[in-house]
């Protein structure tokens, strides 16, 4: 059984600064790749950042330059390092996992952005 557990979701201004944490049950290397997603009211949820096992960090283009991902494969934890904050970036944010054979995800936590 896989769980993934995030935290770090909060209340921050504009400007702002706020690092997320996946905690996953099992090593972050036996999956294929983690990631953060995030789905705002009225929006589906889109991809924010991705860190392949092997291959190239994907970030969407919205974030590139103020969020950075990456991991601790000691303590089974991915993290989202996020910079300059804005209201758009208001949304649940999604840890996920995959393997092989399945996806995995977590149950999410809420990032608002707001004066």
């Known amino acids: 059984q896989v769980q993934l557990v995030e935290s770090g979701g909060s209340l921050v201004q504009p400007g702002g600064s706020l690092r997320l944490s996946c905690v996953a049950s099992?090593?972050?290397?036996?999956?294929?790749?983690m990631g953060w997603y995030r789905q705002a009211p009225g929006k589906e949820r889109e991809l924010v950042a991705d860190i392949p096992t092997f291959g190239i960090i994907n970030y969407a283009d919205s974030v590139k330059g103020r969020f950075t991902i990456s991991r601790d494969g000691a303590k089974n934890t991915v993290y989202l390092q996020m910079n300059n904050l804005k209201p758009e970036d208001t949304a649940v944010y999604y840890c996920?996992?995959?393997?092989?054979?399945?996806?995995?995800w977590g149950e999410g936590t809420l990032v608002t952005v707001s004066s």
């Open positions: 099992r090593s972050i290397f036996s999956f294929n790749a």
């Open positions: 996920k996992a995959r393997d092989s054979y399945n996806n995995f």
